[in-house]
């Protein structure tokens, strides 16, 4: 059964950068049939998206943070978050998530998704 | 961008009775493409709805998903104490492009 897990620092400083690791196990995120990404909930607020790629193919980002993202794979059961020149409201729960693979819901929705890992952006 | 606007924001039910949650697009959606999703407190949001009206697996039939266009509803026939969550909305545009609704909050009355 896949499952995936958010791994990464609680604890950013502002300015810096945020990296986040998603761990795949039961599957491949080299799997032609799989899409996958990340979405981030701030205290008390709703689910933003941050971005979506395709195993080492292409990458899709929210264009409010496409300028500081980077969604990557890095090994056939691993890919990554970045995101740069963090500030407190990008503190949240960072989610990783697969989008659905079968004919009757492709990437329309995120099927599968990771516990979640808190951030916090703080000095 | 599509804008999804949930309404109520948050609607007091007791157990048994029947909820009815809207979520509302500012430019028309293919009905393929809209989402529903549970959240409890501390956990990730589930998938319960996909294109508009199909449960997801392993979703009891209490659950209806309906609408089209700019308006689409969440059913829940007879609210179970396990039903009380947070629910969100999720449209899919072009080029991988999602956003969700702000989110309606179920509770006990």
């Known amino acids: 059964q896949l499952q995936l897990q958010e791994s990464g620092p609680g604890l950013v400083k502002p300015s810096e950068t945020l990296s986040l690791t998603c761990t795949v196990s039961g599957g491949s995120i080299s799997s032609s049939d799989y899409f996958w990404g990340w979405i981030r909930q701030p205290p008390g607020k709703g689910l933003e998206w941050i971005g979506s790629m395709y195993y080492s193919e292409s990458t899709y980002y929210n264009p409010s943070l496409k300028t500081r993202v980077t969604i990557v794979s890095t090994s056939k059961n691993h890919f990554s978050l970045e995101l740069s020149s963090v500030t407190a409201a990008d503190t949240a729960v960072y989610y990783c998530?697969?989008?659905?693979?079968?004919?009757?819901?492709?990437?329309?929705?995120?099927?599968?998704w990771g516990q979640g890992t808190m951030v916090t952006v703080s000095s | 961008e599509i804008v999804l606007t949930q309404s109520p924001g948050t609607l007091s039910l007791s157990p048994g009775e029947r909820a009815t949650l809207s979520c509302r697009a500012s430019?028309?959606?293919?009905?393929?493409?809209l989402a529903w999703y549970q959240q409890k407190p501390g956990q990730a949001p589930r998938l319960l709805i996909y294109g508009a009206s199909s449960r997801a697996t392993g979703i009891p039939d209490r659950f209806s998903g309906s609408g089209s266009g700019t308006d689409f509803t969440l059913s829940i026939s007879r609210l179970e104490p396990e039903d009380f969550a947070v629910y969100y909305c999720?449209?899919?545009?072009?080029?991988?492009?999602?956003?969700f609704g702000q989110g309606t909050k179920l509770e006990i009355k």
């Open positions: 430019q028309s959606v293919s009905s393929s493409y």
């Open positions: 998530a697969r989008l659905c693979s079968s004919s009757s819901c492709y990437l329309s929705a995120f099927d599968i």
């Open positions: 999720q449209q899919y545009g072009s080029a991988l492009m999602y956003t």
